[in-house]
């Protein structure tokens, strides 16, 4: 097995799907392939409604559950919304922030985000801060600068001794639930820049022990390709990740 500088992270992001029922037969049968798991951290990234369920399924197993979103203030007024306290007593240990389908569609700016990640670290809780561009702007040739906006905007005023938990994850906005993964030179390439953004941002040695993930159609047979890359810290896995033996296949593969 190749060594990897940083511990991989492996992260199912269930979006809107599973209904308790489904999460418990999903957790049945997920976490006896994952049991002797030493090389990832795993993580279920699952809807409010089913996050008791799945932190008492996780409970003494190698598993650690995020929410998919949170508001960045401890209470008030904001109907709909789940506070970072809501998620500490639950149990949850992890939370995906701005992920580009809440910046698609619920208005999630890099302002929103940094005021979620300042909470998260506050409050103890492990941000996967989601970043990426969409196909107009690659092809326009601006990957580079929105990668470099959107991480120097989700740092912005962050205390570098505060930053150990945070992970990044780089989405390619046109390959989320696409078929379509990014090669891994390009993984590779815009992962050096966000890593060299948060060097800037926070400290050369905040962005050497800082994990960032890719996102964007892993499947089983792609895992272990982009995993084993020097900057790929491990994966955000949607549609893959909603079947038990599919996403214990990519934790499998991703050791390489
Ligand atoms: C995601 O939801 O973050 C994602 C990467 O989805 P998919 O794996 O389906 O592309």
Known sequence: MPTHARKLLIAANWKMYKTPDEAVAFTHTFIPLV????????????????????????RNNPIHVAAQDMHWLDQGAYTGETSPLMLKALGVSHVLIGHSERRQYFNETNTTVNLKLKSALAHGLVPIVCVGEHLAQREAGETGDVLRLQTAMALDGIDPAAAGPLVIAYEPVWAIGTGRTATPEIAEDAHKIIRAEIANALSPEVAASTRILYGGSVKPDNAGTLCCLEDIDGALVGGASLDANSFAQIVANSAG
Do not use: Y
Not at 36 to 58: D, F, G
């Open 35 to 58: 049991g002797n798991c030493r090389h990832a951290e795993i993580v279920l990234c699952a809807s409010p409604s089913l996050l008791p369920t799945v932190v008492e399924k996780a």
